[in-house]
């Protein structure tokens, strides 16, 4: 499974993106899909995930309310709705795909190359 990211770039704090992230080579509707940031000098951090039918979602604390995942299996995407977005939230976006609905990056086999979210405020 190839996963290519997109939708990053610089905003002011209160700012809105849409990350969206497209699959190819496996049957997307069969993969719990799941976004992941790293913040500088941090460790990776999760954020959300969703499972394959997209009938379920978890958030990380830090973003529940603010962020939303969601996906269209006829387009093989999954998306990363930001709103009210914090200087705090400046990172580098992956999304990732697995078999676990996990908040654990160990339950994902396959990641995007990321994509950066910087906000100022």
């Known amino acids: 499974v190839q996963l290519q990211t997109s939708g990053g770039g610089s905003v002011q704090a209160g700012g809105s993106l849409r990350l969206s992230c497209a699959a190819s080579g496996g049957t997307f509707r069969n993969y719990v899909m799941g976004w992941f940031r790293r913040p500088p000098g941090k460790e990776r951090e999760f954020v959300a995930t969703?499972?394959?039918?997209?009938?379920?979602?978890r958030y990380a604390d830090s973003v529940k309310g603010r962020f939303t995942i969601s996906r269209v299996n006829a387009k093989n995407t999954v998306y990363l709705q930001v709103n009210s977005l914090k200087p705090e939230d400046t990172a580098v976006y992956y999304c990732?795909?697995?078999?676990?609905?996990?908040?654990?990056?160990?339950?994902?086999?396959?990641w995007g190359q990321g994509t950066q979210v910087t906000v100022s405020s």
């Open positions: 969703i499972s394959g039918s997209g009938g379920a979602t």
């Open positions: 990732a795909a697995g078999s676990e609905y996990s908040s654990y990056y160990t339950g994902y086999d396959y």
